[in-house]
């Protein structure tokens, strides 16, 4: 029986409790029954889980860990201290604590979360992508923009949809103007411009390693059409928002090429890899309208893994239980402890240790 500790971080209180307080009917679980059920089914798995939230307070992590002293973590911690740039440096203490954990190593989470960075690792691998620029803080938007319009203007280090909304769109050269001013004010952060793809909206929900598997493909559909066609912050996360009323998930999306679902497979499969990701990702593409080609508009190496959710759906349709999927990502982690060769005793460095041999034959 493997110790498997899920960590997770909230030091807010949950807008779900709230909503049920005050008797609105919500489509979601809260957090603690989120990761309660995550435990269970570990359980079931033939483990033994311990969940704490860490709050982002870093002597309760290591305190857990030490008196836990799990087999592998399970970490589903996305920020820490309100700031995302952190989220990376989590596994790497993982890392230099010499423990396994699921999901993606920190140079991956962190080249994630850098939209630009991995828009330009996408482009070396021969990866499509949309065409775009980048204005940074105090910039302004270039005299010639050798984009199509429309375009979207993104905050360029932000998830989870993040910044943006109905005016992320733009269709000429004042309302982008506006747009960028609009994201370096207010997110204090530099404005990724992209050309906006009007086509389907497809998330591809990748497992394992050796090699990953593309689960069923999950298509987004908007049925407003006075709406614009993308997922808003409000899409994502208010459930009593214009926004997530006119969008629906379908897995597997209704009349799609097999041809086209296989070359999205491939490209998310290399989109995966191009990022260095391990155990679970989900990469959000767009299909071109004319010509099917299918653009990454971003690979999502720590994706919602709450049952109900995209991924979950995605793992369903695949003919696997969402019981099974949790517990096969906590095997790699296991399993690359397993497979980690014994330290050595003797010296690493070479010279020392060739030293230290001549020194030996001639006593």
Same mark, same amino acid.
């Given at each position: 029986m493997a110790r498997v500790l899920i960590l997770w971080n909230v030091t807010e209180e949950d807008v779900v409790e709230l909503w049920r307080q005050d008797g609105l009917a919500v489509p979601w679980e809260t957090v603690d029954e989120e990761m309660a059920l995550l435990a269970t089914v570990l359980r079931d798995g033939g483990h033994e889980p311990t969940i704490i939230n860490i709050r982002d307070d870093l002597a309760t992590l290591l305190d857990t860990i030490a008196t836990v002293k799990p087999d592998a973590i399970m970490n589903l911690v996305e920020f820490f201290r309100d700031d995302i740039e952190h989220e990376h440096h989590v596994p790497a203490l993982f890392e230099l604590l010499? =423990? /396994?954990?699921? $999901?993606?190593? !920190?140079?991956?989470?962190? #080249?994630?979360?850098?939209?630009?960075?991995?828009? +330009?690792?996408?482009?070396?691998?021969?990866?499509?992508?949309?065409?775009?620029?980048? =204005? /940074?803080?105090? $910039?302004?938007? !270039?005299?010639?923009?050798? #984009?199509?319009?429309?375009?979207?203007?993104?905050? +360029?280090?932000?998830?989870?949809?993040?910044?943006?909304?109905?005016?992320?769109?733009?269709?000429?050269?004042?309302?982008l103007e506006a747009r960028v001013a609009h994201v370096l004010a207010e997110h204090k952060m530099a404005a990724l411009v992209e050309e906006y793809i009007e086509g389907r909206e497809l998330h591809c929900a990748i497992i394992g390693n050796d090699p990953p598997e593309v689960l069923p493909l999950f298509e987004m559909e908007f049925s407003d059409p006075s709406l614009?066609?993308?997922?808003?912050?409000?899409?994502?996360?208010?459930?009593?928002?214009?926004d997530y009323a006119q969008v629906e998930g379908r897995c597997p999306p209704l009349d799609l090429d097999e041809a086209i679902v296989a070359h999205v497979k491939d490209v998310a499969i290399r989109a995966f890899h191009a990022l260095g990701c391990r155990d679970y990702a989900r990469v959000d593409l767009r299909l071109d309208p004319v010509t099917g080609e299918p653009y990454v508009l971003e690979v999502n190496p720590n994706p919602d893994l709450a049952d109900g959710c995209a991924f979950a759906t995605s793992v369903r349709a695949s003919g696997r239980t969402y019981g099974e999927a949790i517990n096969r990502i906590v095997g790699f982690a296991l399993a690359r402890g397993q497979s980690r060769p014994p330290r050595s005793d003797g010296p690493s460095d070479d010279l020392l240790r060739e030293y230290l041999a001549n020194k030996k034959s001639k006593s």
């Amino acid at each position: 029986m493997a110790r498997v500790l899920i960590l997770w971080n909230v030091t807010e209180e949950d807008v779900v409790e709230l909503w049920r307080q005050d008797g609105l009917a919500v489509p979601w679980e809260t957090v603690d029954e989120e990761m309660a059920l995550l435990a269970t089914v570990l359980r079931d798995g033939g483990h033994e889980p311990t969940i704490i939230n860490i709050r982002d307070d870093l002597a309760t992590l290591l305190d857990t860990i030490a008196t836990v002293k799990p087999d592998a973590i399970m970490n589903l911690v996305e920020f820490f201290r309100d700031d995302i740039e952190h989220e990376h440096h989590v596994p790497a203490l993982f890392e230099l604590l010499d =423990i /396994e954990y699921t $999901g993606n190593r !920190p140079l991956a989470l962190s #080249l994630c979360q850098k939209k630009p960075l991995a828009k +330009a690792l996408l482009v070396a691998a021969g990866i499509p992508t949309p065409r775009s620029l980048l =204005i /940074e803080v105090g $910039g302004r938007v !270039p005299a010639t923009v050798a #984009l199509r319009f429309p375009l979207i203007v993104k905050p +360029a280090y932000e998830d989870a949809s993040g910044g943006i909304d109905g005016g992320s769109i733009v269709a000429d050269r004042g309302a982008l103007e506006a747009r960028v001013a609009h994201v370096l004010a207010e997110h204090k952060m530099a404005a990724l411009v992209e050309e906006y793809i009007e086509g389907r909206e497809l998330h591809c929900a990748i497992i394992g390693n050796d090699p990953p598997e593309v689960l069923p493909l999950f298509e987004m559909e908007f049925s407003d059409p006075s709406l614009p066609r993308i997922i808003t912050y409000r899409a994502k996360w208010d459930p009593f928002s214009p926004d997530y009323a006119q969008v629906e998930g379908r897995c597997p999306p209704l009349d799609l090429d097999e041809a086209i679902v296989a070359h999205v497979k491939d490209v998310a499969i290399r989109a995966f890899h191009a990022l260095g990701c391990r155990d679970y990702a989900r990469v959000d593409l767009r299909l071109d309208p004319v010509t099917g080609e299918p653009y990454v508009l971003e690979v999502n190496p720590n994706p919602d893994l709450a049952d109900g959710c995209a991924f979950a759906t995605s793992v369903r349709a695949s003919g696997r239980t969402y019981g099974e999927a949790i517990n096969r990502i906590v095997g790699f982690a296991l399993a690359r402890g397993q497979s980690r060769p014994p330290r050595s005793d003797g010296p690493s460095d070479d010279l020392l240790r060739e030293y230290l041999a001549n020194k030996k034959s001639k006593s």
